[in-house]
């Protein structure tokens, strides 16, 4: 979790709709049902796909009724924006066999 945080690992500001007041919020959220080999990697790579393949659709500011702002997201499948997770890390598990 702690990776995923690190403004280094994903952009955060990305998700940004209006500095410091309205920002898109993502869960990623893994469900196991089996596993024949190290959790932690499968976890870990499948997360980093799941937020590369992540589309964020644009919004729309517009104002409201009373002169508040309000959001309008966009009806188009081809206006959004991606998350860039290439920085984000990934775990791996080695180990030694024999002496060397």
Partial sequence: ???????????LSSLSVIPGKFCWVV???AWVVD???NLLDAISLASKAA???TRIPKLNTVKGEQ???DY???DE??????LDAS????CITMSQVGNR
């Fill in 51 to 53: 937020l590369e393949s």
């Fill in 72 to 74: 309008e997201i966009d």
């Fill in 27 to 29: 869960y990623v959220d």
């Fill in 67 to 69: 002169g508040q702002l």
């Fill in 77 to 82: 499948c081809d206006e959004h924006q991606t």
């Fill in 87 to 90: 920085s984000v890390p990934v």
């Fill in 35 to 37: 596993f024949g080999g």
């Fill in 1 to 11: 979790e702690r990776s995923y945080k690190n403004n280094a690992a994903l952009n």
